[in-house]
């Protein structure tokens, strides 16, 4: 049974830090690209961040540059996320999303990142 795993989320203040997980079970993990993705309330799904199969490629969307890094560890079959020098615009549920074939990504549940004083 396929399926992924975000966690790592919570309220930080504004210029803090978090560190996301994606964590992939029941598949070929280390086959397959990985994207994070973001939505607000009220807000359409945003794409963030995506990273290789090999973890040798990735790129970030405009917002997040330079505070935003990727990474992966295809031993842990874990993605990660770690998310620095926040604002609270940054306020969403973050997503992981698996590309396991085109139009089919495999999906987590979320986790919520809260940035607030």
């Known amino acids: 049974q396929a399926h992924v795993v975000e966690s790592g989320g919570g309220l930080v203040q504004p210029g803090g830090s978090l560190r996301l997980s994606c964590v992939a079970s029941?598949?070929?993990?280390?086959?397959?690209?990985v994207n994070w993705y973001r939505q607000a309330p009220g807000t359409e799904r945003g794409w963030v961040s995506g990273?290789?199969?090999?973890?040798?490629?990735?790129k970030n969307a405009d917002p997040v540059k330079g505070r935003f890094t990727i990474s992966r560890d295809n031993a842990k079959n874990t993605v990660y996320l770690q998310m620095n020098s926040l604002k609270p615009e940054d306020t969403a549920v973050y997503y992981c999303?698996?590309?396991?074939?085109?139009?089919?990504?495999?999906w987590g549940q979320g986790t919520q990142v809260t940035v607030s004083s």
């Open positions: 029941g598949f070929r993990f280390s086959n397959y690209a």
């Open positions: 990273i290789d199969s090999t973890g040798r490629i990735i």
């Open positions: 999303a698996a590309v396991v074939r085109g139009g089919n990504d495999l």
